[in-house]
């Protein structure tokens, strides 16, 4: 593996009492230092803007209006940034903020300027953060121009990088036979081929635009990556240093290859 796309979700980055979890962020800015040292290409996609948002505003409960949670996207975009800059300078590594709606990939000027972009990035041994650009990207009625927490989009970036492996972080240990916090009988899939329609009767039904993706988003970023022939892990990313062991192919979590 040597091009790596890393997707951390909003739970993985924040406290259940809404501040932002930094010891998180430090282990995955070391974690992912030491990887671009050993040589490799990096792009994190993380999400965590909305609840970061929310945090510097002291809200406990994640507001219905659209507008107010693309507000709080614009206050936690800079502040999560803010403490990515931070912690990956103190481990020597650069990063830049690279955000991206839909059209952008739809586009294919604009499509061409983004892959350039990442792809001068990585050469300079840059990690790119991307997220989705919140403030312009939801539409009430179409969902379609959304990614989904941004599950989609980290799949469709790693499509179109050529990434060797996709590592997408979560609350759970990886994908099971049905939702482990309803089903106790629940068993973890070690390995997944294809996504079939069973597979996404298993994870539940799809996450709301701005509440998190849930299991049928990243199933389908799963189904995006299969479909290229990619490879893609989806494990537990309250300890971020999990993806040192990831990348040295211990089995852990739920590979679709
Ligand atoms: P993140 O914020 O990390 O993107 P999400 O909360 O969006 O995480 O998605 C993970 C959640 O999906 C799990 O905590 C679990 O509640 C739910 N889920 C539903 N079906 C499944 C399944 N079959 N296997 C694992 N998790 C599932």
């Known amino acids: 593996v040597s091009r790596v796309v890393v997707k951390i979700g909003t739970s993985s980055l924040m406290h259940s009492n809404g501040k932002l979890n930094l010891q ?9 230092t030491g990887l671009v040292n050993e040589g490799k290409q990096v792009i994190l996609v993380s999400s965590g803007a909305i609840g970061a948002g929310m945090g510097q505003l002291g809200l406990t409960t994640r507001p219905e209006e659209i507008t107010k949670q693309q507000a709080l996207a614009s206050i936690g975009q800079s502040e999560l940034m803010t403490v990515y800059q931070q912690r990956f300078a103190t481990y020597g590594q650069k990063i830049s903020q690279v955000l991206l709606t839909h059209d952008v990939l739809d586009y294919p000027q604009s499509r061409e300027y983004v892959h350039n972009t990442i792809e001068q990035l990585l050469d300079w041994g840059v990690i790119p953060v991307v997220n989705e650009n919140d403030t312009v ?3 009430e009625l179409d969902h379609r121009t959304t990614f989904g927490d941004n599950d989609q989009l980290s799949a469709i970036v790693a499509v179109r990088s050529h990434a060797d492996l996709l590592i997408m972080l979560s609350d759970i240990d990886g994908f099971y036979t049905g939702n482990p916090h309803k089903d106790p009988h629940a068993q973890l899939i ?9 597979s996404l009767k298993r994870a539940g039904g799809a996450g709301t635009v701005f509440g998190t993706g849930g299991m049928a988003t990243k199933l389908k970023a799963a189904a995006n990556i299969l479909n ?4 893609m892990v989806l494990a537990n990313g309250a300890n971020p240093s999990i993806i040192f062991n990831i990348m040295n192919g211990e089995e852990i979590g739920t590979l679709f290859i």
């Open 24 to 32: 998180a962020i430090d282990q995955l800015s070391y974690t992912l």
């Open 137 to 139: 990207a939801v539409d």
């Open 190 to 198: 070690k390995e997944l081929h294809q996504v079939t329609d069973d």
């Open 228 to 231: 290229h022939n990619q490879m």
